[in-house]
């Protein structure tokens, strides 16, 4: 540990050497209104914004969508379509729901059976629009297509559906129903996100006190962090309720459950600094008070960058063509905010209240100027002193071991996954879709929607007819299931006419979406007006514009990150080195995950913006983390560079050296962090890990390839091959600040 003669510490407080305050100098104690009262209102402030937000968690539900014009692109021919159909509709709140029935035995259908269909469905469609009964061509199954009333939601009215198609003498007949369809799979999307409100946020805080008592060995502190975060999930949760409920921010199950395990691990990890260095100001400073002031004047720049960072990060996402990738961003940003404010405001006025006895029964005392000024153990010291002895060995072994990992790249299957492996576990309407598959055509219940032009319309019917991979093209009547029928009037709404045909293969199968993109390119040429919308072409517009906001929003998030990091750090090549080594920690985190879904989960596949999210979410928190450790070597580099390494064998030209100042601050950062940045890479593992309580394919991933990610920069990037990186690169890190330069000790930085 330093030990330098005549100095002052960080917060300008007189100290003698070693670090130590000198209590014996007289210091202004603030008043007792300042010292008591401040965080007093703070508290009475935040106790406000609880009390308003914590009854919002069980309403969020009602502004937060599981329609799919929340994930859809937003400019793509299939949102547009969807758009009007609903105006073609003669009520556009309903919804399509496709049953499917069979027997036990697959057995022909009789008359009889197909009577009784009829007759069930009549008694459960409750005046609600249905279509014929339409048996099956090998007659072992028939369908029915019912539009729903989605109220609030197509969960209730599914639900409703499924009761009462319920046999309740199942003796009677063998004769099964399963709902599936547009309805069908939003009923069962919106069940699968239902855990969120409850089961996520349970998981996530568990795991979060597990390992904040492990930490602080303390019974009371890991309870104020825990508060702290949930304050700032409750007054996150109220902002986004209300700017949802105006209509300023989309917002869906998906985002709903990110916000709420980004808002805890980082709100988390920033109270985690915040009380680091607060512990260790407590065993030289005597005043509590002023030991809070000086752990929040030390961490303001580090975590106000690291806030900034994540958010700036987030907010690339506005340049999204995806629904859901632009609502995530600015929702997530909001969290983040409120993170920031609360570990800045609300946990100071906590420790400034509880004082010394948060730590109890490890209570920090004031120590003998002789003494460290914080105890770091044997680990940390002993990972410091191995890496500048094997820095250049230890940075290759890092990076080979990286490198090795993004291998796993190669056969990342990121194209999409069928729609009914968005959900985990075993729902009515994956069933459904893939008897609907075995007994009909592949595409039937999801049919191609054109619509186009009365102009055009007998020229996009040709088109149609003709396209590959589809058969039964019609245009739409106002006839029950829209079907051409005796006596039945084509629809035309402002201009526009509906068609539709049916896929020869299934909706989700890439010949399907193969002859959508060929009928697509003949309409171009045959009917200008026509646009092409439905199940498949949603699929493949949003697959489209997944890739498309991959290669944009990438380098964007690159570019704003490294100026962020340049500002920090008043330097151009320690931010290069930053984001290149964080870079490469994201390839092989998701090298890494590719293989656990393909060779240990035997996951289908991935949603294209999977690697994005990943992305996004794992280089702002891996940098986050740099920043923490790099903005403690600055200024323990500043510190040496300054005062002179002490060594008696050194000259005091040697003792002010640049490159020895940097290679000391290195020592001096990572020992001084490294135990708080690896439990806050934990917590924010733990948190994240949490996303894979809720059964969807998408979280799921995200979830082990954040945790993998996060940990893998905290205990191999930021631990080793950065500092190595650092050692090796020498002064030049700092270039061009005056850092990089051998100077005086009143030079500066």
């Known amino acids: 540990m330093r030990t330098s003669p005549d100095t002052s510490d960080r917060t300008g407080s007189p100290t003698l050497q070693g670090g130590q305050t000198d209590s014996r100098r007289p210091s202004r104690q603030p008043s007792r209104w300042l010292r008591i009262g401040l965080p007093v209102v703070l ?4 106790l406000v914004l609880g009390g308003l ?64 269909i009829t007759d069930r469905v009549a008694a459960a469609a409750d005046g609600a629009t249905a279509s014929p009964v339409i048996p099956s061509e090998d007659r072992q199954a028939a369908q029915v297509v019912i539009e729903l009333d989605r109220g609030d939601g197509p969960k209730a009215p599914v639900q409703q559906l499924q009761q009462a198609l319920a046999d309740p003498d199942p003796a009677s007949t063998d004769i099964e129903a399963h709902v599936t369809g547009p309805a069908g799979y939003a009923a069962d999307l919106s069940a ?60 869906n199950g998906q985002s709903q459950g990110i916000l709420c395990i980004l808002v805890i691990g980082a709100c988390t990890d920033y109270s985690l600094l915040i009380v680091h260095r607060y512990r260790e100001l407590l065993t030289t400073e005597p005043s509590v008070w002023r030991a809070v002031l000086a752990a929040l004047r030390a961490n303001l720049e580090p975590v106000a960058a690291s806030a900034g960072t994540v958010i700036a990060g987030l907010l690339c996402l506005l340049l999204s063509d995806l629904n859901s990738n632009r609502s995530l961003g600015p929702v997530t940003a909001i969290g983040i905010v409120w993170a920031f404010l609360a570990a800045m405001t609300l946990l100071p006025a906590l420790l400034a209240l509880v004082g010394r006895a948060g730590f109890w029964p490890n209570v920090p005392r004031l120590r003998a100027a002789h003494v460290s000024n914080e105890r770091t153990g044997r680990l940390w010291p002993a990972v410091a002193r191995f890496v500048d002895r094997r820095h250049r060995t230890v940075w290759i072994a890092s990076v080979v071991l990286l490198a090795a990992g993004a291998t796993g790249l190669f056969g990342l299957n990121a194209n999409g996954v069928q729609q009914r492996d968005l959900v985990l576990t075993e729902n009515q309407s994956s069933t459904g879709q893939a008897l609907l598959e075995q007994h ?95 199940v498949t072409a949603t699929a493949v517009d949003t697959n489209d514009a997944a890739m498309h906001d991959r290669n944009l929003i990438i ?74 450790l790099m903005t403690r070597v600055r200024e323990e580099t500043r510190f040496f560079a300054e005062n002179g390494v002490p060594d008696a064998d050194l000259t005091r030209r040697q003792q002010h050296d640049a490159h020895l100042s940097t290679r000391r601050g290195i020592d001096e950062g990572l020992v001084q962090t490294g135990s708080v940045i690896t439990s806050a890479g934990v917590v924010l593992a733990a948190t994240f890990a949490a996303l894979g309580v809720i059964p969807i394919l998408f979280l799921l991933q995200l979830a082990i390839i954040v945790s993998f990610g996060v940990l893998l920069d905290t205990i191999l990037v930021r631990s080793l091959l950065v500092p190595a990186l650092a050692i090796s690169m020498r002064r030049v890190l700092w270039w061009p600040s005056r850092l990089d330069r051998a100077g005086s000790s009143k030079r500066g930085a």
């Open 53 to 116: 937000g914590g009854p919002t968690f069980g309403k969020i539900s009602q502004v937060a969508s599981t329609d799919a014009t929340t994930f859809l692109p937003a400019s793509s021919q299939s949102t547009q379509v969807q758009q009007w159909q609903q105006r073609f509709a003669d009520d556009p709140d309903v919804i399509p729901a496709v049953v499917v029935f069979t027997t036990e035995d697959n057995r022909e259908l009789t008359a009889g059976d197909l009577q009784q």
């Open 192 to 251: 699968a996100f239902a855990g969120i409100d409850g089961v996520l946020l349970i998981v996530a805080l568990s795991a979060v006190l597990v390992i904040l008592v492990l930490v602080y060995r303390s019974l009371l502190l890991p309870l104020l962090v825990l508060l702290t975060s949930v304050f700032a999930l409750c007054a996150s949760i109220l902002t986004v309720f209300w700017l949802a409920k105006a209509g300023v921010v989309q917002l």
């Open 440 to 534: 009909f055509a592949g595409g039937t219940g999801s049919p191609v929607t054109v619509i186009a032009d009365t102009t055009d319309a007998a020229a996009a019917l040709d088109a149609l007819r003709a396209a590959d991979g589809m058969s039964g093209a019609y245009q739409v009547t106002d006839g029950p299931s829209g079907a051409p029928i005796p006596g039945a009037q084509p629809l035309e709404v402002d201009g526009h006419v509906q068609l539709r045909a049916t896929l020869e293969h299934g909706a989700d199968d890439p010949s399907s979406e193969q002859a959508v993109r060929e009928l697509r390119a003949d309409l171009a040429t045959a009917a200008p007006s026509a646009l092409v919308g439905g």
């Open 43 to 46: 508290m009475l402030l935040w």
């Open 555 to 628: 380098p964007v998030v690159l570019v704003v990150i490294t100026i962020i990091l340049m500002l920090l750090l008043r330097s151009i090549v320690a931010p290069i080195m930053l984001l290149g080594a964080t870079v490469l920690s994201f390839a092989a985190a998701l090298g890494v995950s590719s293989l656990v879904f393909d060779h240990v989960l035997h996951l289908p596949g991935a949603d294209p913006s999977v690697p994005l999210y990943g992305f996004v979410f794992l280089v702002a928190l891996g940098v986050d983390y740099n920043i923490f």
